[in-house]
């Protein structure tokens, strides 16, 4: 048997690989990880950490604005944007330094720079050359710039936690996580944002009372949304931009934030050239224990394009560690995954959504109520909170739980922990509710709508 340099080798130090890693090398594996940015991948540099640190920041105008129902006198608050990067670049910078000492307590030895793969176990970094048993691929994702005229002007994600300044006026172009969350948060730091959708209505795949009733609330605070709306070019405008619709109309702004989605960053590996199969969109085509199509190359994370979240690409390492390294063969399950957008307000999301569960051939009942939060009756902001139950009519299961509203993200993870468990509706009822709390609206719903 060929003695390699390592028994696993990781490109990638993102959730997915940073975890495989980890995990492999405490089961005894010589593991080493390649990463040719920041420790910790998109989610600790350029996504999920920094954007929720600005969700908060801007959270605090619409605080400060309620306080007057409450007896508050509070002065006109003033935003500094340096300040927020600042602090967020230092929080991002102390994550990353733990990524490191995570790795390298664990025996995993980190390489530094761009791998490429010139054989099923060979990879090279800068002139260097490593071999490896096995090999993860764990590159993750990356913004896609759309093919429109002038697109390039623009910034996307990777770019946006970073500006100078913050926009008095920006055009969010997209409809997914991304444009929803940053439409919030720059409206809440005190921006003019328009967002400009191409389909009737964002969130597409959320249940669709989710969509509806966010896009509700989101105008209440300001946001103009434009839906059905195509975006024919981008132009210089003086020191900012001009925006033409299909429609025909000018939109100028000082921004331009292109969230259309992503795309698997898998280009430039040299994957195709060792034989490993690639779907249309460029993602790593994997069988159920994540191999790929050339043996002992597997893969994890969004670059296999399956669902693009960070706790999915940990249970996706540790299925790998399992499975090669503990003689544990491990298979994950991606059924009734919840997920959160941290929009403003907030949405939680588990399960099967109306139309998916129709579609499946459900027999439903469907269980639905809005309502003022109890904060608001004081506040005087006129927001209402979403919370919708499917059930099937047959066994009683509770196939999708759906919430617009404070801490939706917050609440909906105890109701995933209740769908993996095989709740009933009937479970739902039986459980005494926190009052006063939002979430016991979940237990208290007893009305099916349409009845």
Do not use: W
């Given at each position: 048997m060929t003695q390699h340099d390592f028994d696993l080798f990781v490109i990638g130090a993102g959730s997915g690989g940073v975890r495989a890693s980890r995990m492999s090398a405490r089961y005894g594996a010589r593991v080493a990880v390649a990463e040719a940015s920041h420790l910790g991948g998109t989610c600790v540099n350029l996504g999920c950490v920094p954007k929720k640190l600005m969700v908060y920041a801007s959270s605090f105008s619409a605080a400060a604005a309620d306080a007057a129902g409450f007896g508050w006198t509070v002065p006109t608050p003033l935003f500094d944007w340096a300040t927020l990067i600042a602090n967020k670049d230092r929080e991002i910078e102390r994550l990353n330094g733990i990524?490191?000492?995570?790795?390298?307590?664990?025996?995993?030895?980190?390489?530094?720079?761009?791998?490429?793969?010139?054989?099923?176990?060979?990879?090279?970094?800068?002139?260097?050359?490593?071999?490896?048993?096995r090999i993860l691929i764990a590159t993750g994702s990356r913004p896609f710039i759309p093919p429109i005229p002038g697109a390039e002007l623009g910034i996307t994600s990777?770019?946006?936690?970073?500006?100078?300044?913050?926009?008095?006026?920006?055009?969010?172009?997209?409809?997914?996580?991304?444009?929803?969350?940053?439409?919030?948060?720059?409206?809440?730091?005190?921006?003019?944002?328009?967002?400009?959708?191409?389909?009737?209505?964002?969130?597409?795949?959320f249940d669709d009372d989710i969509r509806i009733t966010l896009a509700e609330e989101m105008r209440k605070r300001g946001i103009d949304l434009r839906f059905?709306?195509?975006?024919?070019?981008?132009e210089c405008a003086g020191s900012g931009y001009a925006v033409t619709l299909s429609s025909g109309e000018k939109v100028e702004s000082d921004q331009l934030l292109c969230a259309i989605g992503r795309v698997p960053n898998t280009a430039g590996l040299g994957l195709e050239e060792v034989g490993v199969e690639l779907t249309d969109r460029g993602a790593v085509a994997v069988d159920e224990h994540l191999e790929s199509s050339v043996s002992g190359m597997y893969a994890v994370g969004d670059c296999i394009d399956r669902i693009a979240l960070t706790p999915v690409a940990l249970a996706e390492g540790t299925a790998i560690a399992e499975t090669l390294f503990n003689d544990n063969p491990t298979v994950v399950d991606y059924t009734n995954i919840p997920s959160a957008v941290f929009s403003q307000p907030a949405v939680g999301t588990v399960g099967l959504t109306e139309a998916e569960a129709r579609d499946a051939g459900f027999d439903l009942k469907i269980f639905r109520t809005t309502f003022r939060p109890m904060v608001h009756t004081l506040s005087g902001r006129d927001e209402r909170t979403m919370m919708k139950l499917v059930v099937d009519r047959k066994t009683d299961r509770v196939l999708g739980v759906h919430m617009v509203g404070h801490d939706a993200g917050e609440i909906i993870q105890g109701m995933a922990v209740a769908l993996k468990a095989g709740a009933t509706k009937a479970t739902f009822d039986s459980t005494v509710g926190i009052h006063p709390t939002a979430a016991e609206e979940f237990v208290t719903m007893r009305t099916p709508i349409g009845l």
């Open positions: 990524y490191r000492g995570l790795l390298e307590g664990s025996g995993v030895r980190i390489i530094e720079g761009r791998a490429r793969l010139l054989d099923r176990h060979t990879v090279e970094i800068g002139g260097d050359t490593f071999t490896a048993e990777d770019q946006v936690f970073h500006l100078e300044s913050r926009p008095e006026k920006i055009i969010i172009m997209g409809g997914g996580y991304i444009a929803v969350e940053f439409a919030g948060i720059f409206n809440g730091l005190g921006s003019e944002v328009t967002l400009n959708y191409r389909g009737p209505l964002f969130l597409r795949g059905d709306s195509l975006v024919d070019r981008i």
